[in-house]
C-alpha cells in the first residue's frame, strides 16, 4: 500500500475514534467503504485498523459484538436456556476494559444484542420458564375445547345430512414448510448478514461475509418461503452500496475498481439491467452490448 495512502487511513480511523476510545459500527463500516472507493484491500483496511486501535487503546464495537455473540453460543447452544449468572459473566467480559484498553462495550449496545440474541435463538431466560408453561397450558386447554365442540357438531351434521362422496384435491409434492430448527438458523444467519453488511463485509472476506450467509440461507430455504422478503430487501441493499462504491470509484477516474465493485454485485444476481446501464454510463460497455438480448 502507498505510504499517502496508509496516511491518509490512520488519520481517518484517529479522527473517527475521537476522545472516546470507541470505534462503533456506524464509523468503521464509513471507514470501510471510503477505504474500498479508493480501492484499498480488506486485509489491509482490517490489519491497519486493528494496529491503530491498540495503539490508541481505543475498542471496536463490532469485535466485542462478536466476542458476546460467541459467549452466548457458548452458554446456550445446548440447553436454549441462559441463566443469570451466564448472562452476568457474558456481559462482565465485554462490559470490562480489556487489559490495555480503556472503554468496553456499550452497555446498552450489550443488553439490546442479548434480547436479540435470546429472541432470535429461541433461547429462554431466568423467570421466562413459568411463564411458558402457563401459556402452553392455557392454548392445551383452548385447544381442547374447540376439539371438543368441532367433534360434536361434526357427530350431530353426520347424523342429519346424507352422506356424500366429495373429491379429492391433489397436493403439490413440491410444496414444503420449513422447519423449526431451519428457521432458527435462518434467523441466526439473516442477523449474521444484517451485520455484515452494517461492516461494509458484502463479499469479502468470502467465509464471513454477507454473501456467504445469503447463499446458506437460499441452500436451507431454496424457495425463500421463510424470512424471503426479508433476504431480498438486504441483497438489494448490498446491490445499491456496490452501484454506490462503483460511482465514487468512477468519479476518482479508477475505472479498475468501478467494474471491480459492479462484478461483485452481478455475484448477487438482482438488478441485472440496472447494473448493465451503469456499465454502458461508466463506459464499461458500448451501447450496443447493454441492450437486453431481443432488443439490439
Known amino acids: ?63 466485542l459484538v462478536d466476542r458476546l455473540d460467541e459467549l452466548l453460543h457458548q452458554y446456550t447452544d445446548k440447553d436454549k436456556y441462559l441463566d443469570g449468572a451466564e448472562e452476568r459473566d457474558a456481559l462482565d467480559k465485554v462490559l470490562q476494559p480489556a487489559p490495555g484498553k480503556k472503554k468496553g462495550l456499550d452497555p446498552r449496545i450489550a443488553k439490546e444484542y442479548v434480547d436479540s440474541f435470546c429472541e432470535v435463538n429461541g433461547v429462554r431466560r431466568k423467570g421466562q420458564g413459568n411463564r411458558r408453561v402457563l401459556i402452553g397450558m392455557l392454548g392445551i386447554a383452548v385447544l381442547a375445547v374447540v376439539t371438543f365442540v368441532a367433534v360434536y357438531i361434526m357427530r350431530d351434521k353426520q347424523q342429519t345430512e346424507p352422506r356424500i362422496v366429495k373429491d379429492t384435491t391433489v397436493v403439490d409434492s413440491s410444496a414444503y414448510s420449513v422447519g423449526e430448527t431451519d428457521r432458527a438458523e435462518i434467523n441466526d444467519l439473516l442477523r449474521r448478514a444484517t451485520q455484515y453488511v452494517d461492516e461494509a463485509r458484502y463479499t469479502d472476506p468470502p467465509e464471513r461475509s454477507a454473501k456467504a450467509c445469503i447463499d446458506r440461507i437460499k441452500a436451507i430455504d431454496p424457495k425463500g418461503q421463510y424470512k424471503g422478503q426479508e433476504v431480498a430487501a438486504l441483497i438489494d441493499r448490498i446491490v445499491n452500496e456496490y452501484v454506490m462504491l462503483a460511482q465514487k470509484s468512477y468519479e476518482s477516474k479508477d475505472l479498475e475498481s468501478t467494474r471491480k465493485w459492479l462484478d461483485r454485485a452481478k455475484l448477487f444476481n438482482k438488478a441485472a439491467e440496472v447494473l448493465r446501464e451503469k456499465e454502458r454510463e461508466f463506459g464499461l460497455v458500448s451501447a450496443i452490448e447493454a441492450q437486453p438480448a431481443g432488443r439490439k
Do not use: Q
Not at 505510504?3 to 470505534?23: C, F, K, P, Q
Not at 456506524?26 to 495503539?55: H, W, Y
Open 1 to 63: 500500500m502507498p505510504e499517502h495512502n496508509e496516511v491518509w487511513l490512520v488519520e481517518r480511523i484517529t479522527a473517527s475514534i475521537g476522545d472516546d476510545y470507541y470505534l462503533d459500527r456506524g464509523e468503521e463500516k464509513g471507514i470501510k467503504e471510503e477505504a474500498a472507493s479508493k480501492g484499498f484491500a480488506f486485509r489491509d483496511v482490517e490489519r491497519i485498523l486493528a494496529r491503530e486501535l491498540d495503539k490508541l487503546g481505543a475498542v471496536c464495537e463490532r469485535v
